[in-house]
């Protein structure tokens, strides 16, 4: 009897791994050490990317350390025991430098309940002026295997990528997620977190969208994407892209579309139900060749149910706001069910001159106690509300401020027509407002006395604003509260 219970507990043991924390150090690891200890360390990406982890597992990189070359792990964890891969040590971020010799410097392949925390990544390569295979710091690949889950990447430093600024396969990405087939394959749960991306060609966070159309749809579900930077970007910042229930929240968004010529925008989702943009800053996203785009915000085509709200936007030389169809059929549906509400545009659309645009065919649009304000020096017509490529249907702006005191006029120049299907709303007009007659569904609340009212003032949460805007009401900036109470 003791002979068989010995038997069965070395084969217990041999079907159970015991989770192990690893460790690696480029300068003292040693790769034929079993790398359990910062004493018996490995030493290079090879030794990390051979082994299969388990369940509970840790992997840490030195502290100081750079690695050439590409992450590339194995092994998934399981829903109470994630494979976590982090640093030890103190000093700067470890760092996966692809150089331009892998196109992912770290990549995730079929992988899930897995952490990447505290890496930088970077994939440059100095030779030449973009890399043609599409580069990124961090991919997270689902392919050809089902649903993927849970997978969260926080505190992440990914600088430096030379892609192609044309939209293509060529185009480079901070973070990318990538689903393909044959077999329909998505992912459930992505977080993305407390990250840094910068001086990236083209797009700094997205994902592509193999089962996106309406005729194959396996989108992915459950994207959160929240308290990051995003600066010096070349095309656009953050892309929902194939989602069901995304949330974009207290982000910060400097120069995107820095070097791009064609169309792109700081945050926007296509092909996506869902999703909520909040509590976000961004500023100067540039539009210095009179393309189209370089908006802070954009709900794109084959979209639907979009919230956009409690964003401070400023300086955005492409306008305020893109609401977009694609062309309609089998594959797209109408982009609709859109609200935009208790905004805080700041001087957006100085070089594009138009604060709105609305192209192609879009439906059911509520424009809801936003504040866009204007006290620009220069001297030009800005475009309130720009309508292209058809005519939007059931269109709402109510409740909203447009306050313009300095040189540059709004003005709302489209024909009755096209303003046909836009109702105006309780709306305050301030300052210098141009061609309100052309608006056939503008209604204007009324007091008891006759005397024309104005909604009430937004209460913005000011606590994720910058202090250089509060003011002492904690309502609006200074400026902006004297031009709003001169009524």
Known sequence: MKKILLLLIASSAALYTYAGTYYINNKTGNDASDGL???????????????RFMPG????????????????????GDAKAPIVFSAYGSGALPEIKAGGHFRDAILLRNLQYIVVEYLAASNLDSSVEFQKTGPTGVRVMAENIGTLHHIRLANLYIHDIN??????????????????????????????ENCKVERVDRNGIRGNGTFSFRTNWLPNKYLLIRNC?????????????????AMVEHNKLFHIRSRAKDNA??????????????????????NDNW????????????????????????????GFMLVISDLINKDNVKTNGNIIQYNLSVNDGINRKRLFNFAGVTDSTLVKGNIFYNNAP????????DIEGGIPEHVVFEDNYFVYTGKTPVVFSKSPKQYGHVNFINNAFIGNIVGLDNLPNRKDAVA??????????????????????????????????????AQ
């Open 37 to 51: 200890s910062p004493t018996k360390a490995w030493r290079s990406l090879t030794a990390v990317n051979q082994h």
């Open 57 to 76: 597992d840790s992997m840490l990189f030195a502290r100081n350390g750079v690695w050439e070359g590409q992450l590339a792990p194995l092994g998934s």
């Open 163 to 192: 892609g192609d600024n044309k939209k293509g396969t060529a185009e480079g990405c901070g973070i990318f997620w990538d689903c393909r087939g044959p077999k329909p394959s998505n992912i459930e749960h992505l977080i993305i």
């Open 229 to 245: 930077q995003l600066e010096d970007i070349g095309g656009d910042g953050i892309v929902v892209k194939a989602f069901d229930t």
């Open 265 to 286: 925008v700081a945050v926007w989702p296509h092909s996506s139900d869902h999703t909520t943009i909040q509590y976000n800053e961004v500023g100067y996203t540039q």
């Open 291 to 318: 393309a189209n785009d370089g908006q802070s915000f954009d709900i794109d085509g084959n979209s639907r149910n979009t919230i956009i709200q409690y964003n401070y936007s400023h300086d955005n030389e492409g």
């Open 378 to 385: 220069k001297s030009f017509t800005m475009e309130a509300v």
């Open 448 to 485: 008891a006395n006759g005397q024309k009212q104005y909604p009430k003032k937004p209460q913005f949460p000011w606590n994720f604003m910058p202090v250089k805007l509060k003011s002492t009401t904690q309502q609006f900036p200074k400026d902006l509260y004297r031009s709003v109470t």
